[in-house]
């Protein structure tokens, strides 16, 4: 009798230490309409494989889990694409199956434009649809000749409705504007370009050309500083520059819309 109550309690014991040596893989993302595929190796004991259970958004799976490899059907669960989705794979503590395909439940760009204006207080405006997950829209500016990035706002990632703003800086003359999203790809999807002109806004010089401490602007500008071999060595925005700590020689600077250079004494 003895002897099998100490069975009993080791048999106990090794039930409690296998449930309890077990991990789980977590991925969190945006149903994209496609499906996850898992590579599912043995357990480490060797008997069965290392996949026990998955759950999506914490609903059991019907998947065929055990094989060397499986797939996490998403159609059972009718969800729309740009849904949030977790996705949990549990397994034993000794072995981990990999995820082939992650990159599936990563946000995608795929906004549309319904409007897009600035108004004449000088703030950017634009409405979007068809958003499948949260992306920052990054604003870009037309000046010296390239879109330069002016600032950034986060995306909601809703299917409608979705309304953003953004005050811009504009330089004098006539201003172009655009935002894009970068998602995992990492090729940019970008709006069409509006335009604004400000004719209150004069054009911005600056002197001295030959410079020994400061430079000064006739008014506040984002402004580039490039060195002889076209490395940015200095950027902002001000209606003064400290020139003090540059090197001397021939410096290149972009302004307001112009572009110059200037010689460090």
């Not at 190796?41 to 998947?63: K, L, W």
């Not at 499986?70 to 669960?77: K, L, Q, T, V």
């Not at 992306?135 to 002016?150: A, D, G, H, S, T």
């Given at each position: 009798m003895?002897?099998?109550?100490i069975?009993?309690?080791?048999?106990?014991?090794?039930?409690?230490?296998?449930?309890?040596?077990?991990?789980?893989?977590?991925?969190?993302?945006?149903?994209?309409?496609?499906?996850?595929?898992?590579?599912?190796p043995?357990?480490?004991?060797?008997?069965?494989?290392?996949?026990?259970?998955?759950?999506?958004n914490?609903?059991?799976?019907?998947?065929e889990?055990?094989?060397?490899?499986?797939?996490?059907?998403f159609?059972?669960?009718?969800?729309?694409?740009?849904?949030?989705?977790?996705?949990?794979?549990?397994?034993?503590?000794?072995?981990?199956?990999?995820?082939l395909n992650?990159?599936?439940?990563?946000?995608?760009?795929?906004?549309?434009?319904?409007?897009?204006?600035?108004?004449?207080?000088?703030?950017?405006?634009?409405?979007?649809?068809?958003?499948?997950?949260?992306l920052?829209?990054?604003?870009?500016?037309?000046r010296?000749?390239?879109?330069?990035?002016v600032?950034?706002?986060?995306?909601t990632?809703?299917?409608?409705?979705?309304?953003?703003?953004?005050?811009?800086?504009?330089?004098?003359?006539?201003?172009?504007?655009?935002?894009?999203q970068?998602?995992?790809?990492r090729r940019?999807?970008?709006s069409?370009?509006v335009?604004?002109?400000?004719?209150?806004?004069?054009?911005?010089?600056?002197?001295?050309?030959?410079?020994?401490?400061?430079?000064v602007?006739s008014?506040?500008?984002m402004?580039?500083?490039?060195?002889?071999?076209?490395?940015?060595?200095?950027?902002?925005?001000?209606?003064?520059?400290?020139?003090?700590n540059?090197?001397?020689?021939?410096?290149?600077?972009?302004?307001?819309?112009?572009?110059?250079?200037?010689?460090?004494?």
């Amino acid at each position: 009798m003895k002897r099998a109550s100490i069975a009993l309690i080791i048999l106990i014991g090794l039930v409690a230490s296998t449930s309890i040596a077990a991990s789980t893989v977590i991925l969190e993302g945006n149903y994209q309409g496609k499906n996850l595929f898992v590579q599912n190796p043995f357990a480490g004991s060797g008997v069965g494989f290392c996949t026990f259970e998955v759950t999506i958004n914490d609903q059991v799976t019907t998947d065929e889990i055990n094989s060397s490899a499986f797939e996490i059907d998403f159609s059972a669960f009718q969800l729309e694409i740009g849904a949030k989705v977790v996705v949990k794979i549990k397994h034993g503590d000794d072995c981990k199956p990999k995820v082939l395909n992650p990159e599936v439940l990563k946000p995608k760009s795929t906004f549309d434009i319904i409007s897009m204006k600035i108004d004449d207080k000088g703030v950017l405006g634009w409405n979007t649809n068809n958003e499948t997950g949260r992306l920052p829209y990054i604003i870009e500016q037309f000046r010296w000749n390239k879109w330069v990035k002016v600032g950034e706002e986060e995306g909601t990632g809703q299917k409608a409705n979705n309304s953003y703003t953004f005050k811009i800086t504009p330089h004098s003359g006539e201003n172009k504007f655009r935002v894009k999203q970068v998602d995992y790809s990492r090729r940019p999807r970008y709006s069409s370009s509006v335009k604004f002109r400000n004719p209150t806004i004069a054009p911005v010089t600056f002197a001295p050309q030959k410079v020994k401490d400061f430079i000064v602007f006739s008014n506040e500008t984002m402004y580039e500083i490039y060195d002889a071999y076209g490395n940015i060595v200095k950027k902002g925005f001000s209606d003064k520059l400290d020139a003090t700590n540059l090197k001397r020689g021939t410096y290149y600077i972009n302004y307001d819309k112009e572009m110059g250079k200037f010689l460090k004494k």
